[in-house]
């Protein structure tokens, strides 16, 4: 007999048995329940149960019901928005924004995006100097809206969509060689786990830096990053749409390298005529032709290693 007084003895076996005849769902909320639907608000003991639960015709009405509702209201909380704390307030600010996520919306004035970005800056209270760089297929876009953002210091950077993740990513990396926190990092995509984020998370709990974020819908799972505010694209836009486009802000750019680049070329352009040609000729015809071959070449080469390991009868 153990020297320890219980109110209560099993066999260890028998302890297992013990729940066998019970029914399997409950909708008292029992603290033995295991699982829990939230939609219908369903406490289920066993495994089983559950799973019959979630194939059942009254889980999926309530799920069509309840979680679309209940979605928005725990994604609403994410973008919390933070005042600028003093060591941020006047720290400079570089934005990173996908294009072809986060595009122009028809009819707006590209000169109204540096300023509309600016003015939700300000309004929690960040003055730091704003250098913007605008990634995406440029050939694409219409030249008055690539003028209009050029024209306010927006600069531009030409890739293509097998590859923006990569080279927003490999210049971000260079700028953080350049500038030591404190500085704010802005990201403007839909695609932020796509490459970015990832390394971002370590730079932001190795160097502190503080954290933007812009997308044009909200996303179905919370960032990895801690971030200091959060935008939905569109909303963004509409900050400062009355104000005229503050062009002198253009002087203040952090970086003096190249305002027209091509990502996929590596290489800069003086002017937007130069940029712009650059774009319609051979040479980058042949550049983009060549990256093309090289990602096909990569995801073939993959795909026979793959074969080869099943032939090897290698398990994953
Ligand atoms: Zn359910
Ligand atoms: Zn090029």
Redesign the pocket.
Known sequence: MSILVTSAKWLWESLLDNNKDETTTTTTGELSAMFY????E?HVRRLEGFRK??W?L??AV??VRNSCTQLDLVTRKWAKNYAAKPEHATAKIAVWWDMDDCPIPEGYDARQVRPSIEAAFEKLGYSGPVSITAYGDHKRTPTRLLRGLSSTGVALAQTIRQVIYKRMNAYLMEWRDDNPPPATIMLISDHMDDGISRSLVYEQQLKKYNIFLAYSYRPYKMSALVTSAEWLWESLLEVSETTTPVLDKCSERSESTGMFSCKVCFDGYKSFDDFRKHLSSDDHASFVASVLSLIRLNQQNRGYSILRDLRKGRTF
């Open positions: 639907c939230k939609p219908c369903l639960h979630l059942s009254k889980h309530q799920e």
